[in-house]
T-cell receptor
């Protein structure tokens, strides 16, 4: 599975959009981009995933560049409860199912 | 969404004893579950893949005789830390692939089990 690179930490003001970048320059054509987050001392929570097209759900939007070498997770109106570590993971969608976690981005939403 | 539950949430044990952690898929069947370990300030590390009705597949460097995994039913996988030592103290997290139809195999995670070995 392709490796991802994320900033170690980011701050965001409450109510503003949080844009979390992820680089995955070695992604293969059959690899999906997944985003999970982990609030302190809890299990990870699925946020969103995509292959080529931009995706949106009730939690967030995922913007994938045309060459698929990078993506951005957007939390449109960040709240204090969005403070967590956000993991960007790429893997083949239907192969084995296991996820290999990198270091993620620690997002701090501040009042 | 699909719910995965772990028990116990936290456990304290003496060095040399064995501890069993359960992972259950509450509202769906999971033929495959995954066990992770997480040390403080670190990311999740995949330990093994638990397959219903067959032997678990361990990641490189994980001792299979130390971390016994049993997946006896479609809704339950157990991880037993045998002869636990203080260095085994960690946050253990399980996950299961969601039911078919959810698309591209998203995984659902349990709440985690914090093990402290004295």
């Amino acid at each position: 599975d392709a490796k991802t690179t994320q900033p170690t930490s980011m701050d965001c003001a409450e109510g503003r959009a949080a844009n979390l970048p992820c680089n995955h320059s070695t992604i293969s054509g059959n690899e999906y981009v997944y985003w999970y987050r982990q609030i302190h001392s809890q299990g990870p929570q699925y946020i969103i995933h995509g292959l080529k097209n931009n995706e949106t759900n009730e939690m967030a939007s995922l913007i994938i560049t045309e060459d698929r070498k990078s993506s951005t997770l957007i939390l449109p109106h960040a709240t204090l409860r969005d403070t967590a570590v956000y993991y960007c993971i790429v893997r083949v969608g239907n192969q084995g199912g296991k996820l290999i976690f990198g270091q993620g981005t620690e997002l701090s939403v501040k009042p | 969404g699909a719910v995965v539950s772990q028990h116990p949430s936290w456990v304290i044990c003496k060095s040399g004893t064995s501890v069993k952690i359960e992972c259950r898929s509450l509202d769906f069947q999971a033929t495959t579950m995954f066990w992770y370990r997480q040390f403080p300030k670190q990311s999740l590390m995949l330990m093994a893949t638990s397959n219903e009705g067959s032997k678990a597949t361990y990641e490189q460097g994980v001792e299979k005789d130390k971390f016994l995994i049993n997946h006896a039913s479609l809704t339950l996988s157990t991880l037993t830390v045998t002869s636990a030592h203080p260095e085994d103290s960690s946050f253990y997290i399980c996950s299961a692939r969601g039911p078919s139809g959810r698309g591209a195999g998203e995984l659902f995670f349990g709440e985690g089990s914090r093990l402290t070995v004295l």
